[in-house]
Nanobody, 121 residues
Framework: QVQLVESGGGLVQPGGSLRLSCAASGSIFSINTMGWYRQAPGKQRELVAHITSGGNTNYADSVKGRFTISRDNAKNTVYLQMNSLKPEDTAVYYC???????????????WGQGTQVTVSS
């Protein structure tokens, strides 16, 4: 059983910073791409950033230069450092990981439960 657990969300003022973490646990043979998505009220879930197992990154245009994604492969953890936060960054943030549970199983996408980020004065 694979689980992704996010932490680090909360309430922050515009211009502030937050750091999200997402740790994968359980039966894990390998982890490929890990990423962060967000969903604001009334909107579709959108990609924020993702990072490959080799460290290549990709960001949504709306967060380039403000957010940084990183991962610690030894800890099966992905991070999202969010700086210069804006009210429009308010959303539930979800992590997703492409995980192969065992050598004999194919890789599949797993999602965390989500963590609320609210940017407001």
């Amino acid at each position: 059983q694979v689980q992704l657990v996010e932490s680090g969300g909360g309430l922050v003022q515009p211009g502030g910073s937050l750091r999200l973490s997402c740790a994968a646990s359980g039966s894990i043979f390998s982890i490929n791409t890990m990423g962060w998505y967000r969903q604001a009220p009334g909107k579709q879930r959108e990609l924020v950033a993702h990072i490959t197992s080799g460290g290549n990154t990709n960001y949504a245009d709306s967060v380039k230069g403000r957010f940084t994604i990183s991962r610690d492969n030894a800890k099966n953890t992905v991070y999202l450092q969010m700086n210069s936060l804006k009210p429009e960054d308010t959303a539930v943030y979800y992590c997703k990981a492409d995980i192969r549970p065992t050598l004999w199983q194919r890789a599949d996408d797993y999602w965390g439960q989500g963590t609320q980020v609210t940017v407001s004065s």
